[in-house]
């Protein structure tokens, strides 16, 4: 395992998003060097339609503007096969091998969910890139069972694993053991049950449990830090992210 971070970390609550270019130098100045792409049509630099339109550009600007490396895609809301195909091509390039979706909301019929992911592994799997979807509270995942049944449904589908929404969600005392061996990505950041993101330490997440039980399913992948920009301050920012940073490689 290894420890990286998403760009989401460093989006702004409100206002204009900062370029790639201040993403990477912030991602830098907080001590990491893997890098999580978070795509987001309306709030980021870095908009799904236009890397999948063009990514051999993309790719080409990436490199140029940092010697971060990337691990992993993860999309804000949902997009077409068509699009997951082109995101696929530019992550083949970057040599990136994990994508996440977001799952559809509560309510949404399982065999619609289980068409729509189904679609976007094969869009992805020509380039070797997995799909995963994410698990958060409002979605189909936010229960661990369907997240599960998810994956057995779509083989060659994963979870990215965000223990958050199992402290302070409506599913917090329901047993996740079978999660884990579907487990693609992990997001991270400290929660109590009352508050989806508190500063590290003050919450309940149990980082070396959790490490130790990924190892025992053979999880080689990434811890990505992953801040909700509306629930922490600028300021607090950068020292939450090193703090959460130095904690994690303290434990691998």
Do not use: W
């Amino acid at each position: 395992m290894y420890v990286a971070v998403s760009t989401e970390s460093f989006l702004p609550a409100a206002g204009p998003s900062p370029s790639l270019a201040d993403l990477c130098e912030r991602a830098a100045e907080a001590g990491f060097d893997k890098l999580e792409l978070h795509l987001d049509e309306a709030e980021s630099p870095l908009k799904p339609s236009q890397i999948a339109a063009a990514p051999e550009r993309f790719v080409a600007m990436f490199r140029e503007t940092t010697r971060l490396t990337p691990v992993a895609f993860c999309l804000a809301d949902d997009v077409s096969p068509s699009v997951t195909a082109g995101l696929a091509k530019a992550a083949k390039h970057l040599k990136i091998a994990q994508l996440t979706v977001p799952a559809s909301p509560l309510g949404t019929p399982f065999n619609d969910e289980v068409d729509r992911l189904k679609a976007h592994h094969a869009a992805a799997s020509p380039e070797a890139v997995r799909v995963s979807v994410r698990v958060r509270s409002g979605e189909l995942t936010e229960d661990p069972d369907t997240a599960v049944q998810l994956c057995k449904a779509v083989k060659g589908l994963g979870i990215t694993f965000d223990p958050s929404y199992f402290v302070s969600g409506p599913y917090a005392d329901v047993d996740r053991e079978a999660v884990y061996r579907h487990v693609f990505h992990v997001h991270l950041r400290d929660t109590s049950k009352d508050r989806l993101q508190v500063k590290t330490g003050l919450g309940e997440i149990d980082y070396a449990k959790l490490i130790a039980r990924l190892e025992r399913e053979g999880y080689r992948g990434a811890l990505s830090v992953d801040l909700l920009p509306e629930t922490v301050t600028a300021e607090e920012r950068a020292l939450e992210l090193r703090k959460l940073r130095m904690l994690l490689e303290t434990l691998l």
